[in-house]
């Protein structure tokens, strides 16, 4: 198992840059694909980026593309979103998961453990 904790989330302006981090416990987290979703109010769960095990992989949503980067440290046990550029439309409570396995996975259902979520704001 692994147990995963979201930090960084704040209230920034649009066009500014924020910096998420996942901090994963438990055993082989180089084992895990790991992802990023977010949910806005009133909205469903909408993945943003996902990347493979050695970083390798990497996939984004379109409208995060070219303003988001997803990057992993495995002698940490982290995971990182690089957000710049951001807008109002942005904001979401974000949320970490990690997928077993050597892929990258779009879906939510292929992620087997899920972090609290870290909120995210960006004021116009």
């Known amino acids: 198992q692994v147990q995963l904790v979201e930090s960084g989330g704040r209230l920034v302006q649009a066009g500014g840059s924020l910096s998420l981090s996942c901090a994963a416990s438990?055993?082989?987290?180089?084992?895990?694909?790991m992802g990023w979703f977010r949910q806005a109010p009133e909205k469903e769960r909408e993945f943003v980026t996902t990347?493979?095990?050695?970083?390798?992989?990497?996939y984004y949503a379109d409208s995060v593309k070219g303003r988001f980067t997803i990057s992993r440290d495995n002698a940490k046990n982290t995971v990182y979103l690089q957000m710049n550029s951001l807008k109002p439309e942005d904001t979401a409570v974000y949320y970490c998961?990690?997928?077993?396995?050597?892929?990258?996975?779009?879906?939510?259902?292929?992620?087997?453990?899920w972090g609290q979520g870290t909120q995210v704001t960006v004021s116009s």
């Open positions: 998961a990690a997928a077993l396995g050597g892929g990258t996975y779009y879906y939510s259902r292929d992620y087997g453990y």
């Open positions: 990347i493979s095990w050695n970083g390798g992989i990497t």
């Open positions: 438990g055993r082989a987290f180089s084992s895990y694909a």
